[in-house]
């Protein structure tokens, strides 16, 4: 289940979002958590499943005119790699914004790909 990001969770978020080649630097990685908080365009999200308290994975957009979504961050927490979870998450996160068209960046872009290819079938 996805959930809106609150304050309280910040370490664990950036803990999952620093499995990314390019937010290893402790700078960084700050910065991306600070737009999170401070930008209201911007939004991250943490995946829970509905069996446990823990987090599984962070998804993290942000919204444009026009009625796009940008995919900036997905990461899934190592010991449930592999399961589909960000399926799910990403499933649950076009469920939140239905009319929302979800684009990707260069790092984001591979897995949205492969993600719009599953959903079609």
Same mark, same amino acid.
């Given at each position: 289940? %996805? ?23 402790? +700078? /960084? %990685? ?10 209201? /365009? *911007?939004?991250?999200?943490? *995946? ?15 919204? %444009? ?6 995919? /900036? ?38 897995? %949205? ?5 599953? +959903?079609?079938?």
């Amino acid at each position: 289940m %996805l959930t809106k990001y609150r304050k309280n969770q910040r370490k664990i978020a950036m803990g999952l979002l620093g499995f990314h080649d390019g937010l290893k630097d402790q +700078k /960084h %990685l700050l910065k991306e958590i600070d737009t999170y908080e401070e930008d209201e /365009h *911007y939004q991250l999200f943490c *995946y829970y499943d509905e069996t446990s308290d823990n987090v599984q994975g962070v998804i993290g957009i942000s919204q %444009l005119e026009g009625g796009e979504l940008v995919l /900036h961050d997905i990461s899934l927490n190592p010991s449930y790699r592999g399961e589909g979870v960000s399926l799910k998450m990403m499933e649950e996160l076009q469920e939140l914004y239905p009319e929302e068209r979800i684009i990707g960046t260069p790092a984001t872009s591979m897995f %949205l790909a492969k993600w719009q290819e599953r +959903k079609r079938g």
